[in-house]
């Protein structure tokens, strides 16, 4: 909940140029954490699903069963 406050003492101090900048970098890091995940992801086996269709009613299942995933698929949906 910082991060808005911070992009606009950045905004204000820098420059929407600069602040952009530092906006991207921040995605690019986070998108970069995600390759050791990428990684060592599991490939599909006999009996998962392998179509798009069927990954995502998997994963919608999967959510639907822990109430931790469900409360915050409802909140974010919520709140977008």
Known sequence: MVGPALAGGLFGFAGPAAT????????ALAATSLIPIL??????TAGQPTTLIGEAVAGLAHIARHPTLRGLAIAYTDLN
């Open 20 to 27: 952009m900048m530092v906006i991207v970098i921040f995605y």
């Open 39 to 44: 990684r060592t992801a599991n490939t599909p």
